[in-house]
């Protein structure tokens, strides 16, 4: 009962999409439905967001990323990995290019978002010239921003490619929590539970390079005036890898280095506190 109250005093309720089907809101109505991330969900379950007698229903994602996870590779031969999102695109253009007569009372807008606030501009060139035929433009936001400084970046472009010579990945033996075992007949050292790589080299120039930025101590952000510096620190850094030993192994690498570092400052001494 408290629950219904609270739903029924809500102007808005949000929910996964198989959330939109539980008993508590299932036979609801709501006159607008709002779908974020559309392109990632499969038809079934974006089917479940829209039962819900909307008048408008406003679908968000992008068809040229990620489409919905499916595993199933006889699933993704029937279609399942296709979004509810590209379908209707795809049943749009389709009657537009043969002139059909659309069904009364059936209206497909579509607009793109031709902006984006993420991604330098360098990077983001790629996939636009790629994906995107050149219609997407730099926000202000990014194309401002200053370059973050404890880096020896080629041409002053905040994008850089670190050659890491020399075969040194290493097996990650889950089963044991400290035992990392080297094996020259593999690209890496494997997992024996995930079949998972990580390599000392690598970790050893990655944490080197996260201690540059961090001991440099200032990053430049468009959200401060001019000359105006704030200290960077680890929250400002993210390091994405794809294998889940090499994340172990670097995690283990920045907790012991946190560890010294705040014996370090215990004596007195001024040193950066990498907490991970």
């Given at each position: 009962?408290?629950?219904?109250?609270?739903?029924?005093?809500?102007?808005?309720?949000?929910?996964?999409?198989?959330?939109?089907?539980?008993?508590?809101?299932?036979?609801?109505?709501?006159?607008?439905?709002?779908?974020?991330?559309?392109?990632?969900?499969?038809?079934?379950?974006?089917?479940?967001?829209?039962?819900?007698?909307?008048?408008?229903?406003?679908?968000?994602?992008?068809?040229?990323?990620?489409?919905?996870?499916?595993?199933?590779?006889?699933?993704?031969?029937?279609?399942?990995?296709?979004?509810?999102?590209?379908?209707?695109?795809?049943?749009?253009?389709?009657?537009?290019?043969?002139?059909?007569?659309?069904?009364?009372?059936?209206?497909?807008?579509?607009?793109?978002?031709?902006?984006?606030?993420?991604?330098?501009?360098?990077?983001?060139?790629?996939p636009n010239k790629m994906f995107y035929k050149g219609r997407l433009?730099?926000?202000?936001?990014?194309?401002?921003?200053?370059?973050?400084?404890?880096?020896?970046?080629?041409?002053?472009?905040?994008?850089?490619?670190?050659?890491?010579?020399?075969?040194?990945?290493?097996?990650?033996?889950?089963?044991?929590?400290?035992?990392?075992?080297?094996?020259?007949?593999?690209?890496?050292?494997?997992?024996?539970?995930?079949?998972?790589?990580?390599?000392?080299?690598?970790?050893?120039?990655?944490?080197?390079?996260?201690?540059?930025?961090?001991?440099?101590?200032?990053?430049?952000?468009?959200?401060?005036?001019?000359?105006?510096?704030?200290?960077?620190?680890?929250?400002?850094?993210?390091?994405?890898?794809?294998?889940?030993?090499?994340?172990?192994?670097?995690?283990?690498?920045?907790?012991?280095?946190?560890?010294?570092?705040?014996?370090?400052?215990?004596?007195?001494?001024?040193?950066?506190?990498?907490?991970?």
């Open positions: 009962e408290i629950v219904e109250n609270v739903i029924n005093s809500a102007q808005v309720v949000c929910s996964t999409c198989s959330g939109s089907c539980h008993d508590l809101i299932l036979n609801r109505e709501f006159p607008i439905v709002i779908l974020d991330e559309s392109t990632q969900a499969t038809e079934p379950s974006s089917l479940c967001s829209i039962i819900h007698n909307s008048r408008q229903i406003v679908m968000l994602g992008d068809q040229l990323q990620l489409p919905p996870t499916v595993l199933c590779a006889k699933a993704q031969h029937k279609g399942l990995d296709q979004s509810l999102f590209v379908r209707l695109l795809k049943n749009k253009k389709h009657h537009e290019n043969k002139d059909d007569e659309i069904e009364e009372g059936y209206h497909l807008s579509t607009e793109m978002l031709n902006v984006q606030y993420r991604m330098e501009p360098i990077i983001a060139e790629w433009q730099n926000g202000e936001n990014v194309i401002n921003r200053r370059i973050v400084k404890g880096f020896k970046w080629r041409k002053n472009l905040p994008l850089a490619f670190i050659n890491v010579l020399g075969n040194n990945e290493e097996l990650d033996s889950s089963h044991s929590n400290t035992d990392f075992h080297h094996d020259s007949n593999h690209y890496g050292h494997i997992n024996e539970e995930t079949g998972s790589y990580y390599n000392k080299r690598e970790c050893s120039v990655i944490i080197s390079t996260l201690k540059d930025f961090v001991l440099h101590r200032i990053l430049h952000k468009t959200d401060f005036e001019e000359g105006e510096d704030i200290e960077i620190t680890v929250d400002d850094i993210g390091i994405i890898t794809p294998y889940k030993a090499q994340a172990k192994y670097l995690i283990r690498e920045l907790a012991s280095m946190k560890e010294k570092e705040q014996s370090k400052k215990n004596r007195g001494k001024r040193t950066e506190v990498i907490d991970w």
